[in-house]
């Protein structure tokens, strides 16, 4: 124990020394010097700073220029990146600098840092062909202190054991911080301590989550853990309650009335926010106006209020498997934005004149009022395109004739038709999963995203061409990068074992292959993991305030207006739109970068607690199938075993490499694989296999199964 203290301290002493010696501008300093600038007097202590530095010098880590005189080296001692831990505790440092390599640190060597920390690592000198290997020196932040777990009480103590599987460590609660929390039940613990030398960190109890296994507690687990809120303050719901619904008369004058105008919703059948409507109007000239309102959402939340601070804190919905978790409050998300039939309604809205080409003539962005004649579901409105009969059948056809021409624009201009499958459950009353269905994508479905697109691409348009370069206007983009060559290259080497070629000369080139690929997938075996595949070698889409492209949609501009009741940034670009309307000066954008930041991380938690929910949900409908058979797919490939999707459910689960008893498998990532040592066996991402249910762990949302050879 002494030993590691007595290491650890001299790590310190390193750090600091490196620190003087990096501020010297690289002029050499003797001991003394360095001693005097870490306000060292006393004799014994300036000779462990000269023995520090010899020593580190044989080690590479400083050089003496000149004898008894010493500097820094020109390489990084010390980097500072984010803890990524492994299935058997050890670590990889992802560097904040992307251009350094990642740095292993073994588990005795993280000192309590964990999964997701912001961490100062020392880099030991490099032995020739070795990986950087090193030790955490400074948890500099937290991810998170807050965790989810059950909890297990004992007559004189209590732990949590915690869900998240990369959350080594069970947590201590003494007995008089339980809160009421009973043996066996889900909860939230947060830590308060984490003495020097303790095993296991100190916490309490902040909430009390239900009985393990019930539906509701673990959708609210899986909220928690996200960090997601259960509930809205009572002030937040106090503000919502006091809007009024009523739309005045005055309100009304200062707006576009399109209240004449044939206007409806399509959306899903179980949906309750309607947050878009389409107006449909045929012009004397034979042209068409079309609008696209949008619920004026920025109307009704004010800059700086609970409710604004609320919306801006969660920045998006959250959609689980069995329920939504509004960024709004109920009274605003599904009443008073939501743009139901027969009620007048305000909107923001972006109208174009269509000619039968769909080209646009005209376009006009600004402040509407509507009042819906019709909410479709998807399945209402495909009803109406294919038997050409129903409600509004002559305003439908028409808007998908026009859908098709701006779709196939699109796709010539270089834009990626990604189809991947998605799968919904059927619960029953108590949310438990009774069967899986895949979820088709049908014209009315298309129809309105080719819409929401057009009004999307046409006000980021707008707004960047409205000034340039110094003059430029602040604005909310979503922006998509092009795909990373290599990464690319790999999943052009994989699909080609399927048959399938990707054209890699141009982005133009390369979409067309891609969607050439996606075509041909559909239906087969290989399509969910060709697809996923696809996805993951493409950059992630994010929010930013500088003018770049989106290349998965191939627009120069585009921005998300279109769902305020479900996305903060949409919010934002209306507000900014209404300025810039009004000829106000620019925003500022440091300011609005920060919430652009904001919103792309939200948005990336709020999709990993969807997965959660999904993935929790296979674990239940396979909990009531161990022992059965099925088919399934090769989706995945790591280091202790692979991923397999089943063809019949989609669910997905992992046959451990340790539970394959024929040989010694190793990872071969690069060609997406893994081989047998001795037999040289493989198993290839997108393999067919049989698999037998082993195991399922749903706490950890775990499924295991065991291949059958």
Known sequence: MAKNKSSHLELVLIQLISDVLEKSNKEALNYKQVSAKLNITDTASKETILDILKQQTRKGVFAEPERGKFRLKDLKVYLTGKVDMTADGSAFIIPDDEFEKDVFVSSRKLHNALHGDKVKVYI??????????????????????????VIKISDRFAFVNIDDRKMMQDIFVPLSDLNGAKNGQKVQVSIT???????????????????????????NAILAQYGFPLSFPPEVEKEANAIPEQVTEAEIKGRKDFRDTVTFTIDPADAKDFDDAISFKKLENGNYEIGVHIADVS??????????????GRATSVYLVDRVIPMLPERLSNGVCSLRPHEDKLCFAAVFELDDKANIITEWFGRTVIHSNRRFSYEEAQEVIETKTGDHAEEILKLNELAYILRDRKFKNGAISFESTEVKFKLDESGKPIGVFVKERKDAHKLIEDYMLLANKKVAEFIAKKGKGKQKYTFIYRSHDSPNLENLGNFALFAARFGYKINMKSDK?????????????????????????????????????????????????????????????DVMVHRLLAAYLNNEKSANAEEYEVAASHSSSMEKRAADAERASIKYKQAEYLEENIGNTFLGIISGVTEWGMYVELVENKCEGMIRLRD??????????????????????????????????????????????????
């Not at 095993?199 to 509701?216: R, Y």
């Not at 109307?299 to 801006?312: F, G, M, R, T």
């Not at 249910?693 to 949302?701: A, E, G």
């Open 124 to 149: 030991y000198a490099k032995k020739s062909g070795r990986k950087n290997e090193g030790e955490v020196v400074e948890i500099i932040e937290r991810a998170k202190t807050d965790f989810i777990g």
């Open 660 to 709: 394959l008893s024929d040989d010694f498998y190793v990872l071969d990532e690069k060609n997406y694989c893994i081989i047998g040592q001795r037999k040289k066996k493989t198993y290839q991402l997108g393999d067919e296999v049989q698999v037998k249910v082993k195991k399922v762990d749903l706490s950890k949302r775990q499924i295991d199964f065991s291949l059958i050879q």
């Open 509 to 569: 080139d390369i979409a067309k292959s891609l969607n050439y690929l996606m075509e041909d997938v559909e239906g087969k075996k290989e399509q969910n993991v060709l697809t996923q595949l696809a996805i993951r070698s493409m950059a992630k889409a994010v929010y930013t305030t500088k003018k770049t492209s989106h290349y998965g949609l191939a627009f120069d501009h585009y921005t998300h207006f279109t769902s305020p009741i479900r996305r903060y940034p």
């Open 299 to 312: 109307h009704y939340v004010i800059p700086n209020s609970p409710l604004d601070k609320e919306a801006y």
């Open 193 to 219: 301590d984490w003495p020097d030398g303790a095993k296991n960190p100190i916490g309490k109890i902040i909430a009390i989550l239900g009985e393990q296994g019930e539906n509701n507690t673990e959708m």
